[in-house]
């Protein structure tokens, strides 16, 4: 694995999905490759709001920017960062061949303030479309570790396609087929 795309959109799942590929960038001593699509009307539930074009870039650009530095400093590897206007699904499976990402991480939900049974918008198209590895990431309170991540065991849900589940099973030997122990920052002193 020699890069991995992480689609984020600020959420707190997304950090938590951030995070987990930065230390699985480690790991592979892979590029991580950090990416924001967005778009001048931002839908919020029902209502569509317009934002200004230059201050919407300015302020996904300082979002990333933070993000970026605190992988580096976290895990000390590399960050490349793409921010692209548009919308993601479309973006992330043009921006996919591109950069060569041998592996999509993105969090289960999204920054919607609706209360979600399942995956979010964009997850769940990426998911259908995909024809690469994509694995998500359940909202946790970014403990330790994440249980039952990649439907290792038998779920209802599927957090992955099959080519992702695949690709992480091949590379992350599980101490119990049910928990993958990350350090994260607190516990890396």
């Not at 934002?51 to 400093?73: F, G, N, S, T």
């Not at 995956?119 to 694995?135: C, Q």
Request: hydrophobic letters at 45%.
């Amino acid at each position: 694995m020699k890069n991995i795309l992480v689609c984020t959109d600020f959420s707190p799942n997304a950090h938590e999905a951030a995070l987990f590929a930065g230390a699985l960038a480690r790991q592979a001593s892979a590029r991580l490759i950090l990416f924001h699509a967005y778009h001048p009307a931002v839908l919020l539930e029902e209502e569509t709001i317009w934002a200004d074009p230059e201050l919407l870039e300015h302020e996904v650009q300082e979002k990333i920017d933070r993000l970026a530095h605190e992988l580096h400093k976290t895990y000390g590897i590399s960050v490349t960062r793409i921010l692209k206007p548009g919308f993601p699904v479309e973006e992330t499976l043009a921006l996919v061949p591109k950069v060569k990402a041998d592996l999509v991480v993105l969090g289960w939900t999204g920054a919607g303030k609706r209360l979600k049974e399942g995956a979010g918008k964009v997850t769940s198209e990426l998911l259908r479309r995909a024809e690469f590895p994509v694995i998500t990431l359940p909202q946790v309170s970014l403990p330790d570790t994440y249980p039952a991540l990649f439907t290792f065991a038998e779920t209802e849900i599927t957090l992955g396609n099959a080519a992702g589940v695949a690709l992480i099973k091949s590379f992350i030997t599980l101490p119990d087929p049910e928990t993958i122990t990350l350090k994260t920052p607190e516990t890396q002193n």
